[in-house]
């Protein structure tokens, strides 16, 4: 399956510390995306990293991808409380075969503390 | 504009009822998703819609039946509700047409359901 699995299930830090997060998957992929879920609310996209990228930089994000260890992992850099969220990752498949296959796992509960 | 707009955000209802959460997004997509989210965060897929085609159906029950008029809508009808539906349910949207990398899914706000 496409799942991704995020670990840990949860995290606690504090205001301007790095919070990293990792997600592992199965098959090979065409793409791995990064989610962000505010309490109540829908998820929000991240970022997106192709199977042929290593790393990617979004603001205070980068995300590595490691396609030999089917893992990726999404840090977050002088964190503050606006990051308290949840995290998901979507591992995307290949071709025609995967499409509407867009598979969450339980993500992880980031929480910044002032 | 709202790119994936859901309706009702909320809904109360009682056990036996059926009940319907509409679906709509205005950005060209051509997929479409249902998600079901419990207590523990759990985000799990139930429906998939490509080109109005059905692509996913998860072991759901079959009191759940998803429509899709036409790309733009992917309406969830529940027949005969349980306690056990109340649960958020998210709509999603992407474009993953032939060929194509599939790009970012936008989710709609949810739909939180509550069955007495």
């Known amino acids: 399956s496409q799942q991704g699995e995020e670990d840990p299930q949860a995290l606690s830090i504090q205001e301007g510390e790095n919070a990293t997060m990792n997600c592992s998957y199965k098959t090979s992929i065409n793409n791995l995306q990064w989610y962000r879920q505010n309490s109540g609310r829908g998820l929000v996209h991240l970022i997106l990293i192709r199977s042929n990228e290593r790393e990617k930089h979004s603001g205070r994000l980068r995300v590595t991808l490691d396609t030999s260890k089917k893992s990726s992992s999404l840090l977050i850099t002088a964190s503050r409380a606006a990051d308290t969220a949840s995290y998901f990752c979507a591992p995307k498949g290949r071709g025609s075969s995967n499409t509407g296959k867009l598979i969450f796992g339980q993500g992880t509960t980031l929480q910044v503390k002032p | 504009d709202t790119a994936v707009s859901q309706t009702p955000k909320y809904l109360v209802t009682q056990m036996g009822n059926d009940k319907s959460i509409k679906c709509e997004q205005n950005?060209?997509?051509?997929?479409m998703y249902w998600y079901k989210q419990d207590s523990k965060k759990f985000l799990k897929i139930m429906f998939s819609?490509?080109?109005?085609?059905?692509?996913i159906n998860e072991t759901v029950p079959n009191r759940f039946s998803p429509k899709s008029p036409d790309k733009a809508h992917l309406n969830l009808h529940i027949n005969s509700l349980e306690l056990g539906d109340s649960a958020v349910y998210f709509c999603a949207s992407t474009k993953e047409g032939q060929g194509l990398s599939s790009t970012e899914a936008f989710f709609g706000q949810g739909t939180r359901l509550t069955v007495v």
């Open positions: 819609y490509n080109n109005k085609e059905l692509i």
């Open positions: 950005l060209g997509h051509d997929t």
